[in-house]
């Protein structure tokens, strides 16, 4: 795909209303642009929401809340920081922070990527959910929140503690999983077990979990350019649920 | 308030409160252009029906006296609350606050300010109070006993500047632009459960004690018969107003440090405190019986300014984004990074607060 030649347009966001800048996003991607370089942005929401197919986006600034929420295949690089609400139910494609983000980034999340760079705020990637191929994964390079895979019902976040800037904090805040019931987080380093959710204990991860890992780190070191061979370098221990969907007979008895 | 008429078509606003604050340590004087352009970055966090600013450093000229902002629903009521104010103190300046119509500001009220100072011969009954006690029983008397008139700001040298519209909206009328100040906050008001009106805008403030909140207190009934208790009253209708009684109750009363307050807001869980160094630990627990009645529960993300500094806190789980920035001097708190990058586009630092632990910002000496 990169090598085709895309129809480009760079737009510049400066004291853009979001209504304005997203109206004029989808009215080129239908005219069949599918490279967008965003300038300047800061602030506007919902930026490549509920966009669907092979669209890349380079967005230089700071997005506001809701980016990519129910979006399905675009490609997404911020080359700063993102706000609240990455990825709300987002459907596939890939979104690439070379920052920090907010809250809640991944809610619900049912395909594709979220990677980020530095740290993460609370109830990232709460409600995750995963069906036969598509299987979300949040990669986060810093240190996380609470709440972090709160009610998970699939999919995989990949939490490194690596690129923070919080030397004191833990790697992941209180409620970690808390009633996780599918998917699984792999942390890198020690899960502090007081931060886990109820029930919940770190496990070592196995062989088919380590070829898991390196793929997704190798994407993930390539997006952001660091060096996928040091994030390896580390130990890594997962976090599964330990039960499946706990109230499956709650209305509807098997 | 009146419900949508045509509500079969009503398109819902997904919202929520924006704060904004800035604090210049070595009191750098910061134009009134940098918070009005954060809040009005901010535009779609409110909906028309509350905003407001607090602002420190802008009475250098009336800087010992207690500078009174009044509210009226008219000529009349300003007229009775002046008539009180002149029993219990000696106004050295009077006058409207300045004010520009704007047309998206519809029906203000009469805004007038007072530059007072104690009266040395005080009202029977008052004569036993120490100064700062006597100005406050001055704000509650007004605001329950005066109708139609309230108080909204009673500090020295601060102000705060509030009403019913959105946060430029509010700012041009107020002529904001105007001012400069050391520590500015900013409100954009998306009212949930109580009305949008003048009183109910953010800041709520007590002598210096101003704060901005976005989120909800849950515990408002609570609070507010504690603070009854103790001789606060409540009128303006709105949760937040328990928090600025709450802080002089705490912190100027009862001697609590900011960080003590902090944590009797948003207090450690008890497994938290189980594992804290035991002197700690006898701490927290102490804290969390005596003043279990001035614990906030409900989502929050607050803003505290008074003339010594800025801090800003969570509700324990944060249930409201809360970002604090820095640049040389300046320490930016905010519900969006982009609010700080709109009046700051290069950062020092910029980091996420941890939920409950309070950023407190002092102003150098």
């Not at chain 1, 970690?176 to 019931?181: N, R």
Request: hydrophobic share 40%; charged share 25%; aromatic share 10%.
């Amino acid at each position: 795909m990169a090598t085709r030649a895309r129809k480009q347009l760079t737009l510049d966001a400066r004291g853009v209303y979001y209504r304005q800048l997203n109206e004029r996003i989808r009215q080129a991607a239908s005219q069949g642009v599918s490279r967008f370089v965003l300038n300047n942005v800061n602030g506007q929401r919902y930026i490549a929401t509920g966009l669907v197919g092979d669209l890349v986006f380079d967005i230089h600034g700071v997005p506001g809340q809701d980016m990519a929420a129910f979006m399905c295949g675009p490609l997404i690089r911020v080359s700063g920081n993102a706000q609240d609400g990455v990825g709300n139910t987002m459907d596939g494609g890939k979104v690439v922070i070379d920052g920090i983000a907010g809250d809640v980034i991944g809610y619900a999340m049912r395909g594709g990527r979220i990677y980020v760079r530095g740290d993460v705020g609370y109830r990232v990637g709460i409600h995750m959910k995963a069906y036969m191929d598509n299987v979300p994964v949040i990669v986060v390079g810093g240190k996380s929140g609470d709440f972090l895979g709160e009610y998970m019902a699939g999919g995989i976040i990949l939490l490194l503690g690596m690129f923070s800037d919080k030397r004191c904090s833990p790697i992941t805040g209180r409620s970690m999983g808390t009633g996780m019931h599918g998917g699984v987080i792999y942390v890198r380093g020690e899960v502090p077990e007081e931060q886990l959710g109820p029930g919940l204990h770190a496990q070592p991860v196995g062989a088919d979990d380590l070829r898991t890992i390196r793929g997704i780190v190798k994407d993930y070191a390539r997006e952001l350019k660091l060096d996928g061979e040091d994030i390896l370098s580390g130990g890594f221990m997962k976090v599964r649920p330990f039960s499946h969907r706990p109230y499956g007979n709650l209305y509807v008895p098997a | 308030m009146k419900a949508a008429h045509r509500d079969f078509d009503f398109q819902k606003d997904i919202s929520g409160c924006g704060i904004f604050g800035v604090i210049h340590k070595k009191r750098g004087l910061l134009p009134g252009e940098m918070p009005i352009r954060a809040m009005a970055c901010m535009h779609d966090r409110g909906n028309g029906l509350g905003a407001g600013y607090a602002a420190y450093g802008i009475y250098p000229e009336f800087a010992d006296k207690y500078a009174f902002h009044l509210m009226c629903d008219d000529e009349a009521g300003v007229d009775a609350a002046e008539q009180l104010l002149r029993r219990f103190f000696d106004v050295a300046e009077s006058e409207p606050i300045p004010t520009r119509r704007v047309p998206a500001v519809r029906k203000p009220p009469v805004v007038w300010r007072y530059f007072v100072s104690p009266k040395k011969d005080r009202p029977a009954g008052y004569r036993s109070l120490d100064e700062l006690d006597y100005v406050v029983s001055v704000v509650m008397r007004i605001n329950t006993r005066v109708p139609g008139a309230f108080v909204f700001s009673s500090g020295k040298n601060m102000g705060a500047f509030k009403g019913v519209g959105f946060p430029e909206d509010i700012a041009e009328f107020y002529r904001l632009e105007e001012y400069s100040a050391f520590i500015w906050t900013g409100h954009n008001r998306f009212p949930t459960n109580t009305p949008g009106w003048w009183g109910g805008a953010h800041p709520f403030t007590l002598l210096d004690w101003s704060i901005v909140h976005n989120g909800e207190i849950s515990s408002y009934g609570i609070n507010r018969r504690y603070l009854c208790e103790n001789d606060y009253e409540c009128t303006l209708m709105t949760d937040t107003e328990v928090v600025a009684y709450l802080l002089d109750l705490l912190i100027r009363k009862h001697g609590l440090s900011k960080q003590m307050a902090a944590k009797v807001f948003a207090p450690p869980f008890w497994d938290e405190i189980e594992r804290m160094p035991k002197a700690e630990a006898e701490a927290m627990r102490a804290l969390r019986i005596t003043y279990g009645s001035a614990m906030l529960n409900g989502p929050f993300a607050i803003l505290v300014a008074d003339n010594s500094g800025l801090f800003g806190l969570n509700d324990r789980i944060k249930l409201r984004p809360l970002l604090v920035a820095e640049k040389d001097d300046m320490v930016f708190m905010s519900s969006e990074e982009s609010a700080v990058r709109e009046v700051c586009p290069e950062l020092d630092r910029v980091w996420m607060p941890k939920a409950g632990e309070p950023v407190i910002v002092n102003l150098e000496a």
